[in-house]
């Protein structure tokens, strides 16, 4: 492990911002620490950077502890949410302090500048001030700002955040390739779960100061461990009784269950499909159009659920009867979460 | 705003007609008598009263304790904005509350504590005596009198701004290893630049007008301890109008030079602020 | 004191430092001593001084005359303010910088101009005088004085709220029908009650203690004009420390109160400034 963070704790006077709080990431590669706001995210890229001190707990960088090595001399480089660039200090000087700091001659800082102003393609813009910049340039001033002294771990909190829906796309492609071109070990904090599942090599998720799981995007999408995982991704619906639902096995202690659009087929009566008899009957209470599809509301067995129709499909309108097949549910008991899958998947199909 | 009607119109240049008579007979009358005093006996009468040597004297020395002043509140101001809103401490509250104390102080009494502090009935009288340093009714009184009063306005211009605005570059300049007078220098004052001279502008008014304080712990010796304020009362109350007028004229002068340097600085201070995000 | 948290910005141990020693030598120590000095005195002593008939009535000169003034101030602070923000006409920008004046002319040059001017022979007093009303020398004269030194703090309470005082609030309620007597009634007055109170008690706590505008126009008359740091004055001259510092301390009780209720005040006012607009 290249980064490694052992039971760190951390309070604000009587507020738990990390509870003891472990993980390890390997070098090379990009993790998204995701989680909602006020979750603690800052917090562990602030201690890990030495803005902050854990209470307790170990930091430790490429094999050493560094809990008592000032910040600065940490080999890190820090992209901060607001970006924090330097208002008064043209692109080219922003980029330039980390390396006047460190005393390298005016020929290698022009050098070095003029190298990563390519990389972020900002060439010709190297006299403007932050302020004449737009929000996607900004971010990759301050992102090459952080590059500029070659930092071993590069750390980014909400580095999309304050960037407009489109630009935000384009911007994450491109620091994707940009931090796989370089090699830099990079951590970057998100709330945004798109973000992180499209962007981060591993993720990180993190609940009230603690961490509920890690692991690759798809496995931590499609087996949460935890109830808190399991209700934070996709767009779920989530009720209390889902014995009402015949197909599913019990589970001891059910508290939650949590059903994703994309685990629900809408049928019109008219269509064919597969598990047809197994289907429930619902009730389209809503349909909406979004940018990739239509959104339905249904409302079956005294629950309503979220499913997504494709434009090509018949339509459906409101207060229409439709079959409802669910072919897998989470059901939470605790902090733990089951995946269950509808019996009739198992079954063989008997089509009438 | 939406249409002017007949009785708003009337409302609004009665109010302006209020506001201008207010501003002329307050303001600008005093200003104005000022002037016309100094001159009533014609320029040569003006330019003896004001070329006199005890007027020469008080007006250096009002000069270096307005200097003095400037130049320790901005030490302070400058280490406290820093302490008060890069850090988190303890007792931060009460430091904030008992800076901005002195401007709640009568100068009287401010000249009072300080005449109690070094003066004949203080426990240190003594031992000021054995070395041979005069406070009291000396210019180092007269000094820590003007620091006193004078005390918040360089601090409490600097605070707000720095509060507003975050740590976030400071961190920022800190992570990559930079020290902290370079911090200081190249990121934090190019922010404060414009509230730093609008509070030495405020200091130094207040510094050279400064009356009551300065009143009491000066001793009132002409040629010596006397500054030009305490030179006018002088010769107002000997019956000397016109010279009084003169020197007043020149603190009349000073005032409006720093009028438009306010109005300079608060005018460049808000231009910048716009080209900022 | 100790930090919290350990922070990446340096420079907290000298800023700190710097601030803690130039503030105990300038404002604690020096406010200190005049605790001290009180208390060698004996209750009955201190009692006994603040109750002379002469000291009471200066309390009472004082406190009227502030309360008058920072009266008068609140209504015309508030129309000035109004004015400058509301509506725009012909010299404004003068208008608006002349309101800075009271903080830089020097109160003694203010107080012997106002003094002159409203003197039977004065131009503004000699007007008066034909209907047998007196300005200086009188109590109204020191109203005059204090007025002239409290306005800015009203004005400049006053106009950050008009000026954030969202336009399409106002024309809402045009929209809606309401008169503009109404909108200025219900809507425009309720916001403006408490920036008005500001500049109220920041201008009354001033005036409590001032003393260079007002000791010339006062003429010191015992009973009459003679106003709290003026009697504070007189006993130092002559000698009597005890009784002056006595009296100071009781009249630096009074403007703490007064800080502390416009703090009250004041912090409801941020409030409502920033959730508001
Ligand atoms: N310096 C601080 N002082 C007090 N509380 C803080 C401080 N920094 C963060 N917190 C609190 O800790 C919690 C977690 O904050 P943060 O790490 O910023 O969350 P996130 O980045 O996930 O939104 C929040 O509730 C926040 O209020
Ligand atoms: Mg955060």
Partial sequence: ?352 | MYKETKSSKAVKWFLIGVSVLFVVLMLLLPLITVITEAFKQGFAVYEKAVTDNYTVKAFWLTLEATALAVVINTVFGLSAAWSLTKFHFRGKKILTTLIDLPVTVSPIIAGLIFLLTFGRQSPIFPLLQDWDVKIVFAVPGIVLATIFVTFPFISRELIPVLEARGNDEEEAAALMGAKGFTIFRKITFPHIKWAFLYGVVLCAARAMGEFGAVSVISGHLRGKTNTLPLHVEILFNEFQYVPAFAVASILVLLAIFILIARSLIEYNGKKKNKVEP | MKRTNRSVIPGFGLTTGITLAILSIVVLIPLASLVVFTAHMSLDEIVATITRDRVLSSFRVSFVTAFVASLINAVMGVVLAWVLVKYSFPLKRLIDGMIELPFALPTAVAGIALTTLTADTGLVGGFFAKFGVKIAFTQAGITVALVFIGIPFVVRAVQPVLEKLDPAYEEAAGVLGASRSRIFWKIVFPEIVPAALTGFGLAFGRCLGEYGSVVFIAGNKPFETEIVPLIIMSELQEYDYASATTIALVMLVASFVTLFLVNLIQTRNTRILKGGA
Wanted: proline share 4%; hydrophobic share 40%; charged share 25%.
């Fill in chain 1, 1 to 352: 492990m290249y980064v490694e963070l052992k039971n760190i704790n951390k309070h604000f006077g009587n507020f738990k911002a990390s509870d003891n709080v472990s993980f390890g990431i390997e070098k090379g590669k990009l993790i998204g620490l995701l989680g909602p706001s006020g979750s603690g995210k800052t917090t562990i890229l602030r201690m890990i950077a030495g803005l902050e001190t854990p209470d307790n707990g170990d930091i430790i960088i490429d094999g050493k502890v560094i809990n008592n090595v000032p910040a600065s001399k940490r080999g890190i480089g820090f992209v901060f949410q607001s970006y924090a660039l330097f208002r008064y200090m043209t692109v080219f000087e922003n980029i330039a302090f980390g390396l006047r700091v460190l005393k390298k001659s005016d020929s290698e800082i022009k050098d070095r500048v003029a190298e990563l102003v390519k990389l972020i393609g900002l060439d010709g813009l190297e006299n403007r001030y932050p302020s004449q910049l737009s929000g996607g340039q900004r971010q990759r001033v301050a992102f090459a700002r952080a590059l500029a002294p070659n930092p071993q771990l590069l750390l980014l909190d909400e580095p999309f955040a304050a960037i407009d829906a489109k630009v935000r796309q384009e911007l994450r492609h491109w620091l994707k390739e940009m931090i796989a071109k370089l090699g830099v070990t990079s951590i970057f904090v998100t709330h945004d779960q798109d973000e992180a599942i499209e962007v981060a090599d591993e993720i990180i998720i993190m609940n009230k100061g603690r961490i509920d799981q890690i692991g690759k995007p798809l496995d931590v999408y499609s087996t949460p461990k935890t109830a808190f995982v399991a209700s934070f991704f996709g767009q779920p619906s989530i009720f209390k009784d889902y014995s009402k639902f015949r197909r599913f096995d019990a589970v001891e202690g059910a508290e939650q269950t949590i059903v994703r659009p994309e685990f629900v087929k809408v049928t019109k009566k008219t269509e064919v499909q597969k598990f047809k008899n197994s289907a429930e009957e619902g009730v389209v209470t809503d349909v909406a159009f979004r940018g990739s599809g239509i959104e339905l509301s249904v409302l079956v067995n005294g629950v309503t659920l979220t499913a997504r129709r494709g434009f090509d499909e018949p339509s459906v309108s409101v207060g229409e009867k439709v079959d409802v097949f669910i072919y897998r549910i989470f059901v939470t008991a605790g902090d733990n979460a089951y995946l269950l899958e509808n019996k009739s998947l198992r079954e063989p199909v008997v089509v009438i």
